[in-house]
């Protein structure tokens, strides 16, 4: 009888040769190469931000995240090796997201808007990891993935209003503490008067250094959570109103303290204690809620076990095998990267050209019958504003509240986070409150037979009132809409070789009993006599 030999099927584990292993080195190695080139202004600008309090808790991010992933190693594993030596839809389209994320990139690069960097890294990022492990691997890491959004800050101008509102929220509620001690208390904006000593609810206090990092502690409880999915919604969403409660106790609790002890009590080692108090009691909160949860759940186990920490199979090693080679999207991925990061690196030195101009502190202190008077900017907000050069100037005019403050700030280039900065964040910021904001045509002030067209805003603090009136001046264009600007800063960077451009701003006191009118009228009297000058100083 012949020997048919075993014909049980042989298999063998899936080996990483060497030739294999350094085809997998490169492509990592390309990979974060051209992510690290393509974005890192926008990463350097967020790490910056890591070292404020609101955002003290962004370098852990990444670091948590990774442990997340890791968690998945042996299933990863397996998505890697089921995606060796070929192509699947899922994977293509991973190449593509890293395709929407480097113009992403681009595009916030070219109209200084670091938020659209970042979040375009993101972007490549999560097509990146699809193309290496494929919706199937998608599927086990989605969750740390988007807790990356964590780290990234807010923009400028949605922080500086949603700290205003929180402001005058903790106030009103941190007033009704203060009244449960049977203390007088009278509230105007967010000044809390006291009567001896008066306490105001600065940007500080908003309550925001609380929110980012519990925001970021609830999703994470929520990821771990042993339980249904509304119990983890209830965890995440639940941060909000416990960080505005607890921050607006602290601040009665502070006020209570001034009260009977003193304003020191509102200051030094004691406030930035305090703070730490109640960030732990909202902590504490959060797992009293999952208590509650278990215990109404009939479920009896300790609290260490309701959430799932879930080691890998360290035996197997501590990273994924990665498979015989890497797989075709994977590579197309790395090289697109790469690609990008060696472009940006190409034309990261190519120079805006703007047109000759004078410089504005020539800007002549006479037009008509406005007399002015220079100013000078203090040297720490100009290192925050980085602008080329400025006027900032005080013009009278012989006429009831003739008084206008005239600004201009002009950037030659606004490309590497050098950028006007709009009044609508700045304003909020130095205390004060915006009653309107619309655009306005000016009239006896046109361009091209067009009357300009500027943002008239009504600003209040405390019992003082001024019309602002505001515009951009960018290559010829004069616009109000903040988010026009950068996408023709984004377009004429690329069809123009320009970003030059100002912000102009005239500020005028209104009189308590004086009409909107009186003031409109006044800065249109001081616009027809200074904008003809401007051109000189401006470009167009």
């Known amino acids: 009888m012949p020997d048919t030999g075993d014909i049980r099927p042989r298999t063998r584990p899936i080996a990483t040769s060497g030739a294999s292993t350094g085809t997998w080195l490169l492509t990592f190695a390309l990979a974060a190469a051209g992510l690290g080139v393509v974005f890192r202004d926008g990463l350097v600008y967020m790490s910056e931000f890591w070292d404020t309090e609101e955002y003290s808790h962004g370098s852990l991010i990444p670091i948590i995240a990774a442990f997340l992933i890791w968690q998945q190693k042996d299933a990863l594993e397996a998505a890697l090796k089921a995606g060796a030596g070929r192509i699947e839809t899922g994977r293509a389209v991973g190449v593509g997201i890293v395709l929407i994320g480097l113009f992403a990139g681009l595009l916030g690069e070219l109209s200084t808007v670091y938020l659209i960097i970042q979040y375009g890294f993101l972007v490549a990022l999560y097509g990146a990891a699809l193309a290496l492990f494929g919706w199937r691997g998608i599927r086990l890491i989605w969750a740390p993935l988007l807790y990356l959004v964590f780290m990234v800050p807010l923009p400028d101008f949605l922080y500086v209003n949603l700290s205003a509102q929180l402001q005058l929220l903790s106030s009103q509620i941190g007033v009704a503490v203060i009244r449960l001690f049977d203390i007088p208390v009278f509230l105007e904006g967010n000044v809390i008067d006291l009567g001896i000593y008066k306490l105001q ?3 500080a206090c908003s309550g925001l250094r609380y929110l980012f990092p519990l925001m970021s502690f609830g999703y994470l409880c929520a990821y771990l959570y042993r339980g ?54 909202c902590v504490s909160i959060l797992f009293l809620e999952v208590m509650i949860f278990t215990r109404f759940a009939g479920n009896r186990r300790p609290l260490a076990e309701v959430f799932r920490i879930d080691l890998p199979d360290l035996g197997r090693g501590w990273l994924p095998r990665l498979g015989a080679a890497p797989g075709r999207a994977w590579i197309a991925a790395a090289v697109v990267l790469a690609t990008a990061g060696g472009a940006s690196l190409l034309f990261a030195d190519r120079g805006a050209a703007p047109p000759p101009r004078a ?9 008509g019958d406005w007399h002015g008077r ?36 002009y950037y030659a280039s606004q490309r590497k986070g050098e950028a006007v900065h709009s009044p609508r964040s700045c304003i909020p910021g130095d205390g004060w409150r915006i009653e309107s904001l619309a655009p306005m045509a000016v009239d006896g002030v046109t361009i091209d037979n067009r009357r300009l067209v500027v943002n008239k805003v009504i600003i209040a603090k405390g019992n003082l009132r001024q019309v602002v009136y505001y515009w951009f001046a960018q290559r010829g264009r004069h616009l109000t809409n903040e988010y026009l600007v950068k996408w023709y800063l984004f377009w004429d960077g690329i069809t123009r070789n320009r970003t030059d451009g100002a912000l102009v701003r005239l500020v005028t006191p209104l009189g308590r009993n004086e009409p909107e009118s009186a003031a409109d009228a006044r800065l249109g009297d001081f616009l027809r006599a200074v904008f003809p000058l401007m051109d000189n100083y401006v470009p167009g």
Do not use: C
């Open 228 to 281: 249904p999915m509304w119990h983890r919604a209830v965890l995440l969403l639940s941060t909000i109103p416990i960080t505005i409660v607890m921050n607006s106790v602290r601040i009665g609790i502070i006020g209570v303290l001034v009260d009977r002890w003193g304003i020191e009590q509102a200051e030094g080692a004691l406030h930035l204690f305090e703070g730490w108090v109640v960030f732990m009691a």
């Open 374 to 409: 220079q100013r000078n900017i203090e040297p720490p907000i100009l290192r925050t504003l980085k602008l080329t050069d400025y006027a900032l100037m005080d013009f009278v005019a012989p006429r009831p509240n003739g008084v206008v403050n005239f600004y201009v700030a």
């Open 201 to 203: 609810v600065v940007e």
């Open 359 to 367: 410089s504005l502190s020539e800007f002549p202190l006479r037009a």
